[in-house]
């Protein structure tokens, strides 16, 4: 769950570059390799059912959670000082925090035994179920109900349940699962009431980097949903995934995103009859093309639902929602160029 929201703050922050994933894996797996050797470190003889292995488990754990907390804070804020692949260390460092987990769980939780293979199959199955469930429900249900700050929050309030919960597994002392139950309250607590200053308007950092103001800098809109991010400045310029995607425009006279290269079409062609556009973006130059003399049928296939409902919030194109020409399509324009 937490590689996907590292994955959209770089993504935006990098407008879509085809490395950013490669670059984010990497940092990944490396960190995930190296904190699962260092674990080894920690595995000594013995140490299989012991409780107080168990306490320093639920310890690890919430360190490991809060290090991949801090990821994206990391972006967001050192997007002011750092081109981005520099944050990519803080990614190394959380993933091997997490990736060490699972080798000590599976050190504390199987005895050496001659079934010691098969109870590690179900720690790993149990692992993999983890990760998939977690990238389905973060990537196709969080990602579209839910904003990146509230998200990292869910994310963080689970990992201290976790915590809490590997540490009541270990049988506390007399008064100890009071204290812990408190304890893991307080935190939730910080969490909640330090969340909106970690997560303070993370897309604009990660756009205006050094020209970003404390005082002034905030977009008009941010919609954001499993298929990207779209802000909207104050003055009406949008933002599609970090990159720069036109302004809220449709005349001819005041143009402010050189609208005439819409009118063309109309010099190209004596009266196009059926168009395809590829990307609705403000739907600016989609209200000029639907208008054009001799247009019967316009189709626009955009990928990201998102821009349906910026271009509904804004009177100059909503229209384009319900002009009987019009039909848009939700899906990958590729297909469509075929």
């Not at 998200?151 to 049988?171: D, E, N, R, T, Y």
């Not at 812990?180 to 303070?200: E, I, M, Q, S």
């Not at 954001?224 to 006279?253: H, L, M, Q, R």
């Not at 590829?278 to 208008?291: C, K, N, Y």
Request: glycine share 10%; with cysteine; aromatic share 10%.
């Amino acid at each position: 769950s937490y590689e996907i929201l590292w994955y959209r703050v770089i993504a935006f922050e990098s407008w879509g570059a085809p490395g950013a994933f490669g670059l984010l894996l990497a940092a990944y797996l490396l960190g995930i390799a190296g904190g699962s050797r260092v674990a080894g470190v920690f595995c000594k003889e013995g140490d299989t059912g012991k409780p107080e292995k168990l306490r320093a488990l639920a310890t690890f754990t919430f360190a490991a959670n809060l290090a991949a907390y801090l990821v994206v804070p990391a972006f967001t804020y050192g997007a002011q000082k750092y081109e981005w692949p520099a944050p990519l260390a803080a990614v190394a460092i959380a993933a091997a925090l997490s990736g060490s987990v699972l080798p000590l769980v599976a050190h504390f939780g199987i005895a050496p035994d001659d079934r010691a293979g098969q109870k590690l199959s179900y720690v790993y199955l149990s692992n993999i179920v983890g990760s998939t469930l977690g990238s389905l429900v973060t990537g196709f249900v969080f990602m579209d109900t839910m904003s990146l700050p509230t998200i990292g929050l869910v994310l963080a309030l689970l990992g201290v349940v976790v915590s809490a919960g590997i540490f009541v597994a270990s049988k506390p002392p007399k008064g100890g699962l009071g204290a812990t139950l408190l304890l893991a309250a307080v935190v939730c607590f910080a969490f909640v009431r330090g969340n909106p200053h970690a997560y303070d308007r993370p897309y604009e950092r990660l756009l205006y980097k050094k020209t970003f103001d404390e005082k002034t800098t905030k977009f008009a809109e941010v919609i954001e949903t499993k298929s990207g991010v779209i802000t909207v400045t104050p003055d009406g310029v949008v933002y599609g995934g970090g990159a720069y995607d036109g302004k809220f425009n449709t005349s001819i006279v005041y143009d402010r995103n050189g609208l005439m290269r819409a009118y063309s079409i109309g010099a190209m062609h004596p009266a196009p009859k059926r168009v395809l556009m590829v990307g609705l973006a403000s739907g600016s130059w989609a209200q000029v093309v639907a208008h054009l003399p001799g247009v019967e049928s316009f189709t626009i296939v955009e990928i990201n639902p998102g821009y349906l409902k910026l271009v509904a919030n804004h009177p100059e194109v909503a229209p384009l929602l319900s002009n009987p020409k019009v039909r848009i399509v939700t899906d990958d324009g590729r297909r469509w160029l075929l």
